[in-house]
T-cell receptor
Framework: EDQVTQSPEALRLQEGESSSLNCSYT??????LFWYRQDPGKGPEFLFT???AGEEKEKERLKATLTKKESFLHITAPKPEDSATYLC????????????FGKGTKLSVKP | DVKVTQSSRYLVKRTGEKVFLECVQD?????MFWYRQDPGLGLRLIYF???????EKGDIPEGYSVSREKKERFSLILESASTNQTSMYLC?????????????FGAGTRLSVL
């Protein structure tokens, strides 16, 4: 069964304290792995897509990496405005475009 | 800019009412999706559509139906609303090709069924 597990469920950081969020997955033929950011009461906002092991993508203080079993979202020197829930999702090979989502990691960054 | 628009941000309905949630996208995407999001359960797929008049059941279709008469519009219908359908509903759309398979989401509709 295709599955996505994110850890930790919640993470509290001080401003400037770097850390990583984990997304482990089991899927039959990975077509793509997606990271989203979701602010309270809003829809998820797309951040990154990764397609193959070894791929990395960066945007400001965020960097996403991918291996054959997991993805990491590294946050360098976070700021309070990085506080949000981060969602990971995978698309299986042969799917018609639907994603399987993890339950998310709620990140809080304190000043 | 990519845009997925959901017709209502907040809705309050009574048990047994028929409820329509509307979603419109302006990206000419083939795929459209309806999810519900509940604390501790994450996003769960209700239905999706990969073409006009086509639909596929997701993980939790019971109590819901959908309609896609035009490419840009995808409607979610609660035939007889119940209190356990109180939730945040999210619509998304994506293209078919690998380069366009990113799902873009609307702002969500928070539905309360009393």
């Amino acid at each position: 069964e295709d599955q996505v597990t994110q850890s930790p469920e919640a993470l509290r950081l001080q401003e400037g304290e770097s850390s990583s969020l984990n997304c482990s997955y089991t899927v039959s033929g990975l077509r793509g792995l997606f990271w989203y950011r979701q602010d309270p009461g809003k829809g998820p906002e797309f951040l990154f897509t990764l397609y193959s092991a070894g791929e990395e993508k960066e945007k400001e203080r965020l960097k996403a990496t991918l291996t054959k079993k997991e993805s990491f979202l590294h946050i360098t020197a976070p700021k309070p405005e990085d506080s949000a829930t981060y969602l990971c999702a995978v698309q299986a090979g042969g799917s018609q475009g639907n994603l399987i989502f993890g339950k998310g990691t709620k990140l809080s960054v304190k000043p | 800019d990519v845009k997925v628009t959901q017709s209502s941000r907040y809705l309050v309905k009574r048990t047994g009412e028929k409820v329509f949630l509307e979603c419109v996208q302006d990206m000419d995407h083939e795929n459209m999706f309806w999810y519900r999001q509940d604390p501790g359960l994450g996003l769960r797929l209700i239905y999706f559509s990969y073409d006009v008049k086509m639909k596929e059941k997701g993980d939790i279709p019971e109590g819901y139906s959908v309609s896609r008469e035009k490419k840009e519009r995808f409607s979610l219908i609660l035939e007889s609303a119940s209190t356990n359908q109180t939730s945040m509903y999210l619509c998304a759309s994506s293209g078919l090709s690998l380069a366009k398979n990113i799902q873009y989401f609307g702002a969500g509709t928070r539905l309360s069924v009393l």
